[in-house]
T-cell receptor
Framework: GENVEQHPSTLSVQEGDSAVIKCTYS??????FPWYKQELGKRPQLIID?????GEKKDQRIAVTLNKTAKHFSLHITETQPEDSAVYFC?????????FGKGTTLSVSS | GAVVSQHPSWVICKSGTSVKIECRSL??????MFWYRQFPKQSLMLMAT?????????EQGVEKDKFLINHASLTLSTLTVTSAHPEDSSFYIC???????????FGPGTRLTVT
């Protein structure tokens, strides 16, 4: 079955810096890769997603890149702000289900 | 649009009792819903896929007789934790699959504490 690895587990940056979180997946049949932001005790919020027929997608300060050959995808956050502090999860689909990475705790200090 | 609710938002029960959690899609029909469990500071772990009108598909290692899932309508799936034990204490989150999309819409979660 699908396995999703996520790195790093924690990431601390200064306000204004960029943050990059990387994920790898194992199942070449996966074709949907969402990224979620989760605050403590709350539901995951979709922040951006990418399909396998696209190599890169951008939404304001957030971008995602996908390398299907290497089975890698990455989240890039530019000009980080303290409110970006949260846990971020990548995921890959296995059929209609989602398999999540272990998460990255991002801390943005001002 | 695409709102999913869960009830209750938190519940405390005694060991050995059963607890039912409801997941509703409020403004769309969901033929497929999912149940996840999340322990503190850990990731979401898929427990089962729930399809309307058919039996749920459980992930490896999830006891189907302990976690009963029913998806009797296009807007409601329920998870019943039977004979709950303290190790079942966790944050349970449901999601509903959007129509014609891979996107899942998550409920707010249910915090279960078994004493």
């Amino acid at each position: 079955g699908e396995n999703v690895e996520q790195h790093p587990s924690t990431l601390s940056v200064q306000e204004g810096d960029s943050a990059v979180i990387k994920c790898t997946y194992s199942d070449s049949a996966s074709n949907y890769f969402p990224w979620y932001k989760q605050e403590l005790g709350k539901r995951p919020q979709l922040i951006i997603d990418i399909r396998s027929n696209v190599g890169e997608k951008k939404d304001q300060r957030i971008a995602v890149t996908l390398n299907k050959t290497a089975k890698h995808f990455s989240l890039h956050i530019t000009e980080t702000q303290p409110e970006d502090s949260a846990v971020y999860f990548c995921a890959a689909n296995a059929g209609t289900a989602l398999i999540f990475g272990k998460g990255t705790t991002l801390s943005v200090s001002s | 649009g695409a709102v999913v609710s869960q009830h209750p938002s938190w519940v405390i029960c005694k060991s050995g009792t059963s607890v039912k959690i409801e997941c509703r899609s409020l403004d769309f029909q969901a033929t497929t819903m999912f149940w996840y469990r999340q322990f503190p500071k850990q990731s979401l772990m898929l427990m089962a896929t729930s399809n309307e009108g058919s039996k749920a598909t459980y992930e490896q290692g999830v006891e189907k007789d302990k976690f009963l899932i029913n998806h009797a309508s296009l807007t409601l799936s329920t998870l019943t934790v039977t004979s709950a034990h303290p190790e079942d204490s966790s944050f349970y989150i449901c999601s509903a699959l959007g129509q014609g999309t891979y996107e899942q819409y998550f409920g707010p979660g249910t915090r279960l504490t078994v004493t």
